[in-house]
């Protein structure tokens, strides 16, 4: 699992300007790897979401007491619902209890970037991510600490094809919500390129942008509570996706302005909010 190599840390990085990072740089993050999601318990988060039409990968017990399960898609990309243990024993599981503390929901999202090597020119000079060659991540202090960064995607070698065979259709993670402050926002935008407008519908405001990557989007929402907000899943048939729903007695939104998406509230996904949408073709 690739959060498990995050080293996170406790202590606070100073408030700095960003680094000048030039129209001319081409963007480096070209798709979203994967969102970690905290759930109470893991048992009843699987059910729930194998009643929304996914299939759920089971994760494996870790030496810091989390516990995972995965939807994997098979561009690479997934969700992940992680619970942590009682007594979380390292920084990390530390971190996702406190998180909890605040309600279920996404924690992290992470992207995957074209220049890895390079990566660290193109980031914040005085909010440095923590030493790692495998991914750059951020200490628990730092405004970026939300967000994470990879090379490129690929399929975990464990993946089966039945892992990806997902009653609603589901295919691939389509996009991040992020409900940035200005400096997020700013970063992010530094390294995944200029934002435009979204249609305001569904969970999406009028005042909602977009970041559009070679694989997958950056929405852009106004500044909330909690840093990422939600997901949108690509699915083959909407129609199938909502049929899943409705014999499972989930509710969900269909609004005229977007017909090809279904919106599914936090309450019903412990805490993420979902567009599951068909991908105009």
């Known amino acids: 699992m690739v ?49 929304l039409g996914f299939i759920l990968k089971p994760g494996r017990p870790h030496a810091n007491g989390l516990r995972n399960a995965h939807v994997k898609f098979p561009d690479g990309s997934y969700l992940e ?59 628990s202090g730092s405004r970026l600490h939300p967000f994470f960064f990879l090379g490129y995607r690929v399929p975990a070698v464990t993946d089966r094809r039945a892992h990806y065979a997902h009653p609603n259709t589901a295919y691939s993670l389509g996009a991040v919500w992020i409900a940035a402050s200005r400096y997020q926002r700013t970063t992010l935008v530094g390294l995944a390129g200029t934002p435009s407008e979204v249609a305001g519908c569904g969970f999406f405001p009028a005042s909602a942008k977009k970041i559009r990557l070679t694989a997958g989007e950056i929405i852009l929402l106004p500044r909330g509570k909690r840093s990422i907000t939600g997901a949108t899943i690509l699915v083959r048939r909407l129609a199938t996706a909502a049929a899943v729903l409705d014999r499972n007695r989930i509710a969900y939104t269909q609004v005229s302005a977007c017909p090809n998406s279904l919106w599914i509230a936090p309450g019903a996904a412990h805490g993420i909010a979902l567009e599951l949408r068909e991908a105009q073709r």
């Open 3 to 51: 959060v498990d190599r995050l080293r996170l840390t406790r202590a606070a990085a100073p408030l700095a300007a960003l680094v000048a990072l030039g129209t001319a740089d081409a963007p480096i993050v070209a798709s979203i790897d994967h969102i970690p999601s905290v759930v109470r318990d893991l048992s009843t988060a699987v059910a729930d979401f194998t009643a």
């Open 81 to 139: 619902l992680i619970s942590p243990a009682a007594g979380p024993t390292d920084a990390l599981a530390t971190d996702y209890a406190n998180s909890l503390k605040r309600g279920e929901g996404p924690v992290f999202a992470g992207f995957n970037t074209t220049d890895f090597a390079h990566l660290a020119t193109r980031l914040p000079r005085d909010d440095p991510p923590e030493p790692d060659d495998s991914m750059k991540a951020f200490p």
